[in-house]
């Protein structure tokens, strides 16, 4: 998986569809009309019904698509046994694990332990979470997951200060000298993602109100996900990282 952006280049935008969203009873006809499309990064909300009161997918759904796609497998935890489930999904065979700093007793040792696997490690925050949480794990950091709902349901509306935290996060990180890619979870639509993208968004969690709204193919979709990107991208590099708290 290349990196997000880089500095001698325009920035890449990673879609990773979040599968919890797709038709699990077509799972294998999604994934490969995703594909088809250009996508090459899947998310799994990874839920125990604890830390989130929901579970719509498990460990065994994970294991059974991983011979079946090439797709970089995106893992976001929300639960309250981290470690098991860094070894559990690092088993399967995947390219991220995000966990929630709410959730992690010991956040560095979790950290470690994803990046001991050979797996890049993500810090995953709350909307009321501050940036502050980070301070203590910034050099144990592979990317930043920036909630835009309350984790554990799909279908919300955007808590509106957390678009502002966006920018608020890139100012942050570039503040400590650190380079990392910001990856955005909570209704992620056509209408939002320029906002998400000129703040400073490089993946984008794609579900209900974009890549798997029933008004388009996954195709026509995927199209419109890369015009509202191109109109992000073109706003941060005219204006810059934009503070917005508007929907």
Do not use: W
């Amino acid at each position: 998986m290349s990196a997000p952006t880089t500095a001698s280049s325009e920035p890449y935008i990673h879609i990773a569809p979040s599968v919890m969203c797709a038709d699990l009873c077509n799972l294998e006809t999604d994934i490969r009309e995703l594909e088809a499309a250009g996508i090459n990064m899947l998310h799994f909300d990874l839920m125990d019904a604890h830390f989130v009161p929901n579970m719509p997918i498990g460990l065994a759904l994970i294991e059974q698509l991983r011979p079946k796609t090439d797709a970089a497998f995106d893992v976001h935890l929300m639960v309250e046994n981290n470690d098991f489930f860094v070894d559990a999904v690092a088993e399967i065979g995947v390219q991220q694990i995000a966990v929630h700093v709410e959730s992690a007793t010991h956040l560095d040792r979790t950290l470690s332990l994803i990046q001991a696997h050979g797996i890049k490690a993500g810090a995953a925050l709350n909307p009321a979470t501050p940036l502050s949480a980070l301070d203590y794990v910034l050099d144990r950091l592979d990317f930043v997951l920036v909630m835009t709902v309350n984790p554990g349901f799909a279908g919300q509306k955007v808590v509106p200060a957390t678009l502002r935290k966006i920018a608020e996060c890139r100012a942050f990180l570039h503040e400590h000298a650190v380079d990392l890619p910001i990856e955005v979870d909570g209704n992620v639509s056509f209408e939002n993602i320029p906002k998400m993208v000129s703040a400073g968004a490089d993946i984008l969690v794609a579900g209900t109100s974009s890549v798997f709204q029933k008004s388009g193919s996954r195709l026509e979709n995927v199209q419109r996900i890369q015009q509202a990107i191109t109109l992000g991208l073109t706003k941060r590099k005219n204006d810059g990282y934009q503070l917005s708290d508007v929907v």
